[in-house]
Nanobody, 124 residues
Framework: QVQLVESGGGLVQAGGSLRLSCAVS????????MGWFRQAPGKEREFVGG????????DYADSVKGRFTISRANAKNTVYLQMNSLKPEDTAVYYCAARSGVVAYTQPRDYNYWGQGTQVTVSS
């Protein structure tokens, strides 16, 4: 069983930064492409960004491109989401997800495992 645990969320002022971490249990982390999603109240879960299982390829939603960066440390079974220049509209619960495959996809249905989420709140 693969378990994902996010951390690093919190309250930050607009323009600030946060780094989220997602620790993944198990010995097969390097076989999973990883994605970050977010869900604001009353809205559907949306793709934020993803990283291939090797870490060589990343993809981002247009709304975060240039502000957010995804990275992974396969030796530590951890994926990161560095969020800079945060805006109030970035407020949401952020989830990491794992899928068995080479590259990250943008749809939640393509992911096999999910974390419990971490709240990010950006004040204006």
């Amino acid at each position: 069983q693969v378990q994902l645990v996010e951390s690093g969320g919190g309250l930050v002022q607009a323009g600030g930064s946060l780094r989220l971490s997602c620790a993944v249990s198990g010995r097969t982390f390097s076989t999973y492409a990883m994605g970050w999603f977010r869900q604001a109240p009353g809205k559907e879960r949306e793709f934020v960004g993803g990283i291939s299982r090797s870490g060589g390829s990343t993809d981002y939603a247009d709304s975060v491109k240039g502000r957010f960066t995804i990275s992974r440390a396969n030796a530590k079974n951890t994926v990161y989401l560095q969020m800079n220049s945060l805006k109030p509209e970035d407020t949401a619960v952020y989830y990491c997800a794992a899928r068995s495959g080479v590259v990250a996809y943008t749809q939640p249905r393509d992911y096999n495992y999910w974390g419990q989420g971490t709240q990010v709140t950006v004040s204006s």
